[in-house]
């Protein structure tokens, strides 16, 4: 698993100490440290692992290395194989497959909150030909938001809250599913890259390029590392994903970011988001480690919200603040509320069920900006405040 210029490793590295390594692609520097993580996916918005294991999800900081329970997943047990799980950031979600009530009950599509740990739908996965028709090497696709997936080597795109999947064409000599090799999206060239075992007696070891969008293999190739080689998501300098989320546009972790709207430069940060005021059409250039890119362009239009002080009846003052804030919450119950600085690290957290108004301290907290974000029952609002 890849970040800007970082390749992130759970296990055994020959001459190296600890379980979780992350390897510098650039100069090929290793940290290690003495954490276990499993099927990890990496969260390009909080700059954070997330990761599944036993039946629970976690996180792990990437800047102070703290790892967080999210949530238990009710009678799950992690025992399908096969890269089962992949990040969704259009909708912040941790997807994954799994049996419910151990390997003698029925595998279940999960759609889990990143944050919160809740389930947004869990659809039993479709049987065919008294089969379940079980995906494998689940990638996203960054762009449009669409989950990809294959069983058999019969490729598709995933519907997840109704457990199926497109069944779209074979490949020909596919014999099974390479478990130490990861299928990618390539997003430079709109390809899904499938590394499998062929029937090929010869040379069984290839990979398959594929465009799902308009249904052909592209070509298979034969592996020159006969199956050993790790493979994961590292692009040759891809174009940046903007997703809007909850009010917010994010961009993936870099090292700055300069800003559009409508075409115009309208100012430049040195975190990964920007919480739009007017509607327009917005994009950012994005510069990393090795290379400077624009991202995609979303069009916004905000209707309900009118500045970031009003999101619906729920409003943040003072803003600038010295040693508090408070939060008029309208008629919103049952509310959690975080504090996070713009690594995205937690800074406060607490939950509400029966106040309207309440006083958040600050004292403690450095000069700077952080991000409130306020979760109800129905949505999520987000506000950067700046405390000076």
Known sequence: MTDNGKYFYGGILEGHYGNFHIIDLVDLSVQSHLIVV????YDFIRNRLIYEKNGTLYSLDLLTFKSDTIKKIENGNSSIYGQKRTFVPHLYEYFYVDYKNGT????YFLSINADFGEISCSPRVEESNGVFYVPG???????SGDILGHRNGVFGILDKCSGTMSKLSRIMDYDSHLNKQMTVYNHADST???PYLSNDTINPYKIAVVDVYENKILKTVIQPFNGRMELHQIYDKPEAPLIYLND???VPFGDDYRWYLDGEFIGKTYVNY???EVSGKYKAEVDFREYSTFSTE???VLTSITGINNLENINIYPNPADNFIKLDLGDHNNVTI???DLGGKEVRMLKVKDSSELTIELNGLSNGAYLVSVQTEQRVFNQLIIKQ
């Not at 003698?104 to 595998?107: A, E, I, R, T």
């Not at 090497?137 to 762009?143: C, E, I, S």
């Open 338 to 340: 975080k504090i996070l």
């Open 274 to 276: 920007l919480i739009p």
């Open 248 to 250: 917010t546009l994010f």
């Open 38 to 41: 499993d099927e990890i996916e």
């Open 104 to 107: 003698s009950g029925d595998p």
């Open 298 to 300: 979303v069009d916004v």
């Open 192 to 194: 899904y890259i499938i």
């Open 137 to 143: 090497g689940l990638v996203t696709n960054y762009f």
